[in-house]
């Protein structure tokens, strides 16, 4: 755990000048550049939007805001972790260079993989909030809780990526696992539906304590519901006892697989 904290610091600022690089090297060569960053995810709120608005007729209010308005504030959190899960499972085995062929930080890697998809995950969410407003949602003070939410985001699935990094580069076959999973985390996480509707049941609960709808929600808190984190003590705690969790998890593997990582690659 030492280890990984004294890494990313000493190496900060080669932190952010690979997460740039990052970023520019997966948009070379298209002729729009960057906005596929933006492009991508569009179409994708377009299509679901399409599907349940046109296609299903399911036009309905959910907790007094149309449905379009709730399923943008879900989807925006869930580009960057949906990214950050797949990139951060496979990071290292992509930058297999820095770690066979010079002595190089391999747990800056998760960092700079996820920063470059922080900066996407920013402008989406201006973007997205943009639209927030002109739907007629004024600006409150309850956005600043975004500043909480968005770091914590960051820190949690870099964390997770210190875990699925490594055993993903060590076998390909749990790298295609977390690839099989990401359609089940996505339709079992409340991103296109409401998990306050679940009632007070043990399922609610249990689906409450869900990382991805704690995010999914949390954004929603912050800009429709004027809910405070502390408001949602249960969903709050429980993430950061999760957090712990893995931070102190995604330690411990690093730790047992960093050494065996060169010669396996």
Same mark, same amino acid.
């Given at each position: 755990?030492?280890?990984?904290?004294k890494?990313?610091?000493?190496? /900060?600022?080669q932190?952010?000048?690979?997460?740039?690089? @990052?970023?520019?090297?997966?948009?070379?060569?298209?002729?729009?550049?960057? %906005?596929?960053?933006?492009i991508? *995810?569009?179409?994708?709120?377009?299509?679901?939007?399409?599907?349940? @608005?046109?296609? %299903?007729?399911?036009? /309905?209010?959910?907790?007094? =805001?149309?449905?379009?308005?709730?399923?943008?504030?879900?989807?925006?959190?869930?580009?960057f972790?949906s990214?950050?899960?797949?990139?951060?499972?496979?990071?290292?085995?992509?930058?297999?260079q =820095?770690?066979?062929?010079? *002595?190089?930080?391999?747990?800056?890697?998760?960092?700079?993989?996820?920063l470059s998809?922080?900066?996407?995950?920013?402008?989406?969410?201006i973007?997205?909030?943009?639209?927030?407003?002109?739907?007629?949602?004024?600006?409150?003070?309850?956005?600043?809780?975004?500043?909480?939410?968005?770091?914590?985001?960051?820190? +949690?699935f870099?964390?997770?990526?210190?875990?699925?990094?490594?055993?993903?580069a060590?076998?390909?076959? +749990?790298? $295609?696992?977390?690839r099989?999973?990401?359609?089940?985390?996505?339709?079992?996480?409340?991103?296109?539906?409401?998990?306050? @509707?679940?009632?007070?049941?043990?399922? /609610? $609960?249990?689906?409450?304590?869900?990382?991805?709808n704690?995010?999914?929600?949390?954004?929603?808190n912050?800009?429709?519901?004027?809910?405070?984190?502390? @408001?949602?003590?249960?969903?709050?705690?429980? =993430? %950061?006892?999760?957090?712990?969790g893995?931070?102190?998890?995604?330690? =411990?593997?690093?730790?047992k697989?960093?050494?065996? %990582?060169?010669?396996?690659?």
């Amino acid at each position: 755990m030492i280890q990984i904290v004294k890494e990313n610091i000493g190496f /900060r600022k080669q932190i952010f000048k690979l997460s740039k690089s @990052e970023l520019i090297k997966t948009y070379k060569g298209a002729a729009l550049g960057p %906005l596929w960053a933006l492009i991508k *995810p569009s179409i994708t709120i377009f299509v679901y939007w399409f599907a349940f @608005e046109v296609g %299903l007729r399911s036009n /309905r209010l959910v907790h007094g =805001f149309e449905f379009f308005i709730f399923l943008l504030t879900g989807m925006i959190p869930w580009f960057f972790m949906s990214s950050a899960i797949l990139d951060g499972s496979k990071c290292i085995r992509n930058n297999k260079q =820095f770690v066979t062929k010079m *002595p190089f930080p391999v747990g800056t890697i998760m960092t700079y993989t996820n920063l470059s998809h922080l900066y996407v995950h920013f402008a989406i969410m201006i973007i997205g909030y943009v639209i927030v407003v002109l739907s007629g949602i004024t600006p409150s003070i309850y956005n600043i809780q975004i500043l909480f939410y968005m770091p914590m985001m960051f820190l +949690f699935f870099t964390c997770l990526s210190w875990i699925t990094a490594p055993l993903s580069a060590i076998s390909k076959d +749990f790298e $295609n696992v977390v690839r099989s999973v990401m359609n089940a985390i996505f339709w079992l996480s409340g991103i296109i539906w409401d998990p306050y @509707e679940l009632g007070d049941g043990i399922v /609610r $609960n249990i689906v409450l304590l869900n990382p991805v709808n704690f995010f999914a929600n949390g954004y929603r808190n912050t800009f429709l519901y004027k809910t405070w984190f502390w @408001e949602t003590p249960y969903e709050t705690v429980g =993430f %950061l006892i999760l957090l712990t969790g893995i931070f102190f998890l995604g330690a =411990f593997v690093y730790k047992k697989l960093r050494k065996t %990582l060169p010669d396996v690659l």
